[in-house]
């Protein structure tokens, strides 16, 4: 700002990503994040197959390698020298960009919005690493689709009966934020009590929590 002091700029873009999409996104930022270098073997395979379970397609003839420098130009824009001798230069002839034959619908604005914070970055001449900063997010998504997945098995197993301990065995010190985004994805019939128990439990730790600072 003219004042000095930092300003956000909104482009409003917003963009809600569901189901198989999200979970995948997620398993490609934590492989970025994890990957020992950038030409490991294991690593560029792992990173490559997700890249294609999002739906990303490629153009005949393209290296096995292409997928993951696809995902690395895409979501790492600190990485130096892209597998499979690629460019990073989006408008390089030997760009991965090339390789692309379609881009899942669903992604486009994602995509669109990681080119605009490279280009940002890389006119500030600031190395930024999205899928560095995007990992802790990510792996709380997969956290919270582990417990979804085992709240809907214990409700299945003892059909419609939900135990406190049970509840208290999944949710551990996880917040009332964490824990209504879980609920909202099981089955209708159990949502009300898994909520009810669960913010009764919240309530109670609280209480607990500000009666101990007192």
């Known amino acids: 700002m003219n004042s000095g002091r930092i300003g956000l700029i909104d482009f409003g873009q917003v963009k809600q990503i569901a189901g198989r999409a999200r979970e995948t996104l997620a ?4 492989a970025l994040d994890d990957r020992e270098s950038d030409e490991n073997p294991n690593d560029l395979e792992t990173i490559g197959r997700l890249a294609l379970e999002l739906g ?20 790492d824009g600190s990485v130096e020298t892209l597998p499979g001798g690629y460019d990073k230069g989006e408008l390089s002839p030997n760009s991965p960009v090339k390789a692309l ?12 919005s990681t080119i605009l914070i490279k280009g940002l970055s890389s006119r500030l001449n600031i190395p930024w690493s999205l899928s560095r900063e995007w990992a802790p997010t990510a792996r709380k998504v997969l956290a919270v689709g582990d417990v979804t997945q085992q709240l809907s098995a214990t409700s299945e197993t003892k ?14 010190s996880w917040s009332r934020g964490k824990v209504s985004r879980a609920v909202t994805r099981l089955p209708a019939p159990m949502r ?16 607990r929590e500000t009666r101990s600072k007192n």
């Open 101 to 112: 034959k379609s881009f899942p619908q669903d992604l486009v604005l994602v995509g669109r």
């Open 56 to 75: 990303v397609e490629l153009n005949e003839g393209t290296p096995p390698v292409a997928p993951a420098a696809v995902a690395m130009w895409l979501f």
């Open 159 to 172: 059909s419609s009966k939900i135990r406190i301990k049970d509840v208290l065995r999944l949710l551990g």
């Open 192 to 207: 009300t009590k898994v909520a009810a128990v669960a913010l009764k439990l919240q309530k109670r730790r609280e209480a």
């Open 27 to 30: 398993k490609v930022m934590i």
